[in-house]
């Protein structure tokens, strides 16, 4: 329809994908092959072959079913030029997709976990960034992740390597996030590390109110985050949802990943027209497309296709993501 043509020409701006997240069946039979790494196909024949991976990924039960071959997946990563032209593939797809902006998440814990060095991990995915930046005339953000479901000791081994490399003060990191497992290890595991970080002035944003429920969310606030990644279940609780509004606070929304982890049943279940009436900024975004069924386009069509948003929404949703990115404001202006 006309509106589909519309919102591919919308400016977009994704703040919520992880770059290993990006890594399709293909890419990952291709780096193991290279790498010399074995796929554990012995334990879990969904690794038998790229086309029973892939049929694997239409079945994940819960957000750790997937986590555990997004694990898996991401463990072929090796060399620096790994990270870069991982980086760089999702750059060229989001910016065909009307990309002209993105922030997107790594999690050295678990590559450093296996071995590898922060700096190769954060030099290669700053490689990319580059490219991108030069070659396609886009901005982009790295943001680290800290994630949820390894002891809180090994996030701190990555914040004092972060904070060794100067790469906050030199840009090649911007900010900070936390991902994972949601519900079961503390709410709060990363109070320290965040007061520290916001301290120095590191933007902090948290995955939260995903599977979990609004109380994630409120804790995420506390220790300092400005944006709540997913943050769906933030409906649940109406009074913080009065306070999110008031204070502007962006949620990224990432209705494939929420159908394909079964937070919702179907993209009708994302309360997108209950955030638009409570006055909840919300970007719109794809999480892990290469898991998820579709990359950032895909994930704007299926919420036309279900909620039937008119033009003038569109543009809110638009203004908002450009406003609420972490970019100068001579930037917003050239995107708006
Ligand atoms: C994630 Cl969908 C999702 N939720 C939480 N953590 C994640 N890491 C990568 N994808
Ligand atoms: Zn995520």
Redesign the pocket.
């Known amino acids: 329809s006309d509106l589909h043509e519309f919102i591919h020409g919308l400016p977009k701006c994704e703040h919520h994908v ?1 770059l ?2 990006c890594m399709s069946p293909e890419l990952i039979f291709e780096l193991a092959q290279r790498n010399g790494i074995e796929l554990p196909a012995a334990t879990n024949p969904a690794y038998a072959s790229i086309a029973s991976l892939s049929a694997r990924y239409e079945h994940f039960t819960s ?1 750790d079913d ?2 555990s071959f ?1 694990f898996q997946g991401m463990a072929v990563l090796c060399n620096k030029a790994d990270f870069a032209d991982l980086a760089w593939w999702y750059f060229s797809k989001a910016h065909a997709d009307g990309v002209h902006h993105a922030e997107v ?1 790594f ?1 050295p814990q678990v590559h450093e976990d296996r071995g590898i060095p922060y700096e190769t991990i954060a030099e290669g995915f700053s490689e990319g960034c580059k490219r991108a930046e030069r070659e396609l005339g886009m901005s982009t953000r790295l943001i680290l ?1 800290f ?1 949820r479901h390894l002891p809180v000791d090994s996030a701190q081994k990555v914040y004092e390597n972060f904070l060794a490399s100067g790469h906050f003060q030199a840009g090649v990191v911007h900010g900070l996030g936390w ?4 519900v079961g290890p503390p709410k709060d595991m990363y109070r320290a590390q965040y007061a520290d970080a916001k301290a120095r002035g590191i933007p902090l944003t948290a ?1 939260a109110g ?1 599977e979990g429920d609004p109380s994630h969310i409120s804790v995420a606030l506390e220790l300092g985050a400005r944006r709540i ?2 943050g769906i279940r933030l409906i649940e609780d109406p009074a913080l949802m009065k306070r999110v509004a008031e204070e502007g606070i962006l949620l990224t929304v ?1 209705p494939l ?1 929420n159908v394909r ?1 079964r937070c919702v049943k179907k993209v009708e279940e994302v309360p997108i027209r209950r955030f638009l009436q409570a006055g909840v900024k919300f970007s719109i975004n794809s ?2 497309p290469a898991y ?1 069924g579709g990359y950032i386009l895909d994930n704007y069509c299926a919420v036309q296709e279900a909620h039937k948003l008119s033009v003038l929404e569109w543009r809110i949703i638009a203004e908002n993501s450009v406003q609420e990115s972490w970019i100068p404001n001579e930037r917003k202006a050239e995107l708006l």
């Open positions: 992880h290993e997240g957000l997937f986590l997004y998440f999690d992740c994630v991902s994972s497992t949601e995955h995903e990644d997913h990432c990943s982890l999480d892990d998820f």
